[in-house]
Every structure is written in C-alpha cells, then in structure tokens.
C-alpha cells in the first residue's frame, strides 16, 4: 500500500544529551508538580512524534550528529532541570479498516515503552528502562545529581525506544499527538491511560513533530482507506495521495488527480461526508493549547517537508506530489508538508515553529533545525514556574 519505509523510530539516534549521565545514576521517583517553588528546578516535557513514513537510513546519522545542537542551549540555561522525554509513533491504524499493515486504532497514541531487540541491558552503554512498565524517560539534574529511570545514557535510551516502535502505515501525527495528551491536563484523565503522568502541570510541554510525508490523520469511522477495488473508482488509487485529494485545498478548490502545479494549499475538503474528512488540525491545536492555563507554556516545531511548490506528477501508482526538498544527497525525499505547517501557524510565533526537513544542496541536515529549536526551548522557560525542591529531590 505504502511507499518503502523504514520504521520511524530510527530518526532518534541521539548523542549524549548532558555531559556527566554516566550509569551510576540513581533512579528516584520522578519530581513532583504539585507545588512549585523558586529555588526548584525547570521541568520540560519533551514528546517527539515520529512519522511511520520517515525512511530513516539517512536522518539517524544526522539527528546523531546534531541533536547536541538542541541540547547545549539547555546546558547553557545552568539551572536545575526536570525532564520528561516521551517517544509516540504516527501509527492510528487507517480508519475502520485493516490490513497486514494497518491494525484498526493503531498505536493509539501509547507513549513508546518496547526496547529495539538489540538494545543493551543495563550496564556501561545502557538504554533501556529499569523498570519496563514505565512509559517515558525522566531525567533530572538538581541538587541530589542526576538522576534517571533509566540505564546508561539518555542517547542510548532515546535511540533504543525510538528504533523498537514499529513502522505502522498511515502517518497519522496529528491524531496520535491528540491521543497522546488528551485528557491529561486532568490528573487521572489522560484518554490513553497508559500515558498517566508524562504530562505535568507546572511544566511546559514542547512537541517536535518529525516527517518526510503530510499528516493523514483520519478519525476511526473514517472511509478514505478503504482497499476495495469498488472504493477505487471514487476515492482514487490506494495511496496517500488521498490524504491530499480529502485533506487539502488549491485554491479553494480539491486538488484534482491531473499532472501539473497547484497554487494557494491550505487545509480543507467540502466535502460533506463525515467519513471522509481528515481530523481538523485546529481542533488539535486548540485541545494542545487547553492543556495549560497559559497557551504561552505550549511549543509545537514541525520538522517536515516545505509545503511549497506542489507539483503533482503521474506515476504508475497514479498521481503523487513531487518532493520538495531531498535531503542526503537525494536519498530522503520529503513531500510538501502542507497540513503540519497549517497546524504550527495555529501556535504563532514564537511557540510555532516550521522548519524544513531539508534545503537543496544540503547533504547534512538537522544541525540548524535543532539548533532553532533549543533556542526556542530557552525562550519558553524563561520566566517559567519551578517544581518545589523537596519533590524534585524524592
């Protein structure tokens, strides 16, 4: 059905975040955001959401190399830090119905918790949780030292739980990011119960989206993915393209099947059917917003492709857009992104950021994305409420 993936988790290859994690770390129970305190630390929840359509064989190296771009502006903050780091594929199945690849609901949203087959166990190089019913890294570094739930480096970690997720089928990035953290602004409230207590409430909250592909998030009821050649004569070849042809306008119009340019993409399908319409990016966007008594406190970036030009071209498996940027010297091509950079402008600036996934001619990639986002990360703290320092030190 899919274009060739890879499993999205490999775009998290991550270098060391802090100097000094080393894994003698002691793992204490996560600090607290019931009070908050001045002389406490920061807390930061960090959620990446990964694309079940990323070819990763390029942006692991990459995301290697640079994620230190990222980090070293929170080393530069020189205060006490909590941490959060939670891993969620795109994988909310395609609808209502199945396939080899598509189980109905997916992942549903379940913060990534199995390990890559290959991971080490605890010890030197670490990565994986000492207790494999927790759901999230946590790290800390305040007065008691740094502290973790998990072995080893947190790079080690966040590459091992990033390569176990399995690939899914249909990017659905915004519906398993709604999935994800609804609910659990409300303690004991989260939709997907598994979730409980990544999100915290004197903490910001940070979401990076990663992907190569638009967002085709369709609700469970939804029809656009039905396989049956029947279906094909209406909704089109079974491809992604139809993510584009019920999810996206050109000019206010449907963005057709014939080869050539499109102009004026936004959001949008007026069609009336229910069943086939993608989840509203601003629904998302307003429930992220509500998870915080201050929206000021939520930071979306997207790291995708640009969502210009749009240029359809016909294929053998029927009409699909041209990339438009490849990055690694060609290898990993990203389609336009146009759905993900309507869905950051519903943040503003500076709690939105798109980033394109790759510039022309630009082999190496990721350095300067991260490097954006760390500073903006910075820019959300400053000012922000710190836990009280009896629960960060439990």
């Known amino acids: 059905m899919w274009r060739a993936v890879r499993a999205a988790s490999c775009t998290l290859a991550l270098l060391s975040l802090f100097p000094g994690c080393s894994p003698t770390r002691t793992s204490v129970p996560d600090a607290g955001a019931k009070d908050a305190g001045p002389d406490g630390p920061l807390a930061l929840d960090l959620l990446f959401v990964l694309s079940s359509t990323l070819d990763a064989s390029i942006a692991i190296q990459d995301l290697s190399n640079y994620f230190p771009q990222l980090t070293h502006h929170l080393e530069a903050l020189g205060e006490p830090l909590s941490l959060h780091v939670g891993i969620v594929g795109s994988d909310m199945g395609a609808g209502r119905f199945e396939s080899n690849d598509c189980q109905v609901g997916g992942g549903r949203g379940a913060l990534q918790n199995t390990p890559a087959s290959d991971c080490p166990n605890p010890g030197p190089e670490g990565g994986v949780l000492l207790d494999p019913t927790d759901r999230y890294l946590r790290w800390s570094r305040t007065s008691a030292g740094d502290q973790a739930n998990f072995a080893g480096p947190l790079a080690n970690a966040l590459l091992c739980y990033a390569r176990g997720l399995d690939a899914g089928c249909t990017p659905s990035l915004l519906g398993s990011l709604a999935a994800a953290l609804e609910g659990c602004e409300v303690e004991g409230g989260c939709r ?50 139809r993510c584009l042809k019920f999810g996206v306008l050109c000019g206010g119009q449907p963005i057709g099947d014939e080869a050539g340019p499109r102009y004026d993409c936004e959001p949008g399908n007026p069609n009336p059917d229910p069943t086939l319409q993608l989840i509203s990016g601003t629904d998302v966007a307003r429930s992220l917003k509500g998870l915080k008594s201050d929206p000021r406190r939520v930071y979306v970036a997207a790291i995708a492709g640009p969502p210009t030009p749009v240029l359809i071209e016909a294929t053998s498996n029927g009409p699909y857009p041209q990339p438009t940027c490849e990055a690694g010297g060609g290898f990993l091509p990203a389609s336009p992104g146009i759905r993900l950079e309507a869905f950051v402008r519903e943040f503003g600036s500076p709690n939105g950021r798109f980033l394109p996934f790759c510039r022309e001619g630009e082999y190496a990639q990721f350095a300067w994305q991260l490097d954006q986002v760390g500073a903006d990360l910075v820019g959300l703290l400053a000012g922000a409420p710190k836990l009280s320092p009896a629960a960060s030190e439990k």
Do not use: H, K, M, W
């Open 192 to 241: 997907q119960p598994l979730n409980e207590g990544f999100l915290r409430r004197e903490a910001a909250l940070a979401v990076v989206l990663v992907a190569n592909d638009d967002d085709c998030s369709v609700p469970r009821e939804s029809a656009i993915f039905d396989p049956s050649p029947e279906a094909r004569s209406t909704l089109g070849p079974y491809t992604l393209f």
